[in-house]
Nanobody, 119 residues
Framework: QVQLVESGGGLVQAGGSLRLSCAASGRTFYAMGWFCQSPGTEREFVAGISWSGGGTYYTDSVKGRFTISRDKAKNTVYLQMNSLKPEDAAVYYC??????????????WGQGTQVTVSS
């Protein structure tokens, strides 16, 4: 069974940090990514990473604050979120088989993890 399981969300004060994890099982995903969704909005791309880890991609609003990485031995992708802002609050979803040329998501999603940032 193919699964993506996120963890690491929570409540943090503005300026604080969180580290999200996404553990994959059942198969190997090549490019992977993180997306976020707030109530009443569409799911949006946040960050992506190539299979090798040598290519990383970010939406402009998180550049310099968020870092995506992966541990292939653990089949896990991480999102280090620093200097968090209230507008970063959302449900964050891990995605498998992200298309790096377009940053469009693949068909595999985790269940999501809530990030709340207090001002």
């Amino acid at each position: 069974q193919v699964q993506l399981v996120e963890s690491g969300g929570g409540l943090v004060q503005a300026g604080g940090s969180l580290r999200l994890s996404c553990a994959a099982s059942g198969r190997t995903f090549y490019a992977m990514g993180w997306f976020c969704q707030s109530p009443g909005t569409e799911r949006e791309f946040v960050a992506g990473i190539s299979w090798s880890g040598g290519g990383t991609y970010y939406t402009d609003s998180v550049k310099g604050r968020f870092t995506i990485s992966r541990d292939k031995a653990k089949n896990t992708v991480y999102l280090q979120m620093n200097s968090l802002k209230p507008e970063d609050a959302a449900v964050y979803y891990c995605n498998g088989d992200l298309t790096l040329t377009t940053l469009r998501p693949g068909g595999s999603w985790g269940q999501g993890t809530q990030v709340t940032v207090s001002s």
